[in-house]
Structure formats: C-alpha cells, structure tokens
C-alpha cells in the first residue's frame, strides 16, 4: 500500500503564490509517475501537472509557465509551486502517485484565491 499526505492549501490572494507538498510512504516501485489534479466547485476533477522519476514533466495549458512541479525522488515528495494565482485555480488539489499498475490518491487540499 502506498499513503499520500498532502500540505500547503489555503487561501491567497490574485498574483499570491502557495507551495504544495505531498509525501509518500509505502511499496513505491520504478518507474512511477506522480502528479496534481484538481477539481474546480461544481466541474471535475482534472490534470494539472506530472512528474516521472526520471524528471520529465507535463503542464495543462492553463498553468505553464506559472505552476512548477518538481520532486525529491530521495524523500518521495512531491511539490507543486503555484505562481500568479488566478480566481480560476479555486480547486481542490489533489496528489497522485501511480506505480505499476496502481494508482493511488491523497485526501486533498483546498486552494481558495479569492481578494
């Protein structure tokens, strides 16, 4: 079993920025991939950005150039730098971690940017 444990949510204002971290613990095996997803109130939920154990990454088009992933393969964590906020970005956030052929989920963190 794999746990994810997720921090850094809150409330920011438009142009703010926040960090998200997620740590994972458990049978973790390569390659792997982890990741965000959100889910905006009232839509579903949806990629954000992904990060494999060799580095690559993926952004959707609504957060390049302004959300960065990255990850301590070391640690098994995760972060997910949230710059120039946006009212839009008003989600829960969701860390993800697939490895093998098992996918697994964090309990979520409350993003709100909001003036």
């Known amino acids: 079993q794999v746990q994810l444990v997720e921090s850094g949510g809150g409330l920011v204002q438009p142009g703010g920025s926040l960090r998200l971290s997620c740590a994972a613990s458990g049978s973790i095996f390569s390659p792997y991939f982890m990741g965000w997803y959100r889910q905006p109130p009232g839509k579903q939920r949806e990629l954000v950005a992904l990060?494999?154990?060799?580095?690559?990454?993926n952004y959707a088009d609504s957060v390049k150039g302004r959300f960065t992933i990255s990850s301590d393969n070391a640690k098994k964590i995760q972060y997910l730098q949230m710059d120039n906020l946006k009212p839009e970005d008003t989600a829960v956030y969701y860390c993800?971690?697939?490895?093998?052929?098992?996918?697994?989920w964090g309990q979520g963190t409350q993003v709100t940017v909001s003036s």
């Open positions: 993800r971690l697939v490895t093998g052929v098992t996918g697994y």
């Open positions: 990060i494999n154990n060799g580095g690559s990454t």
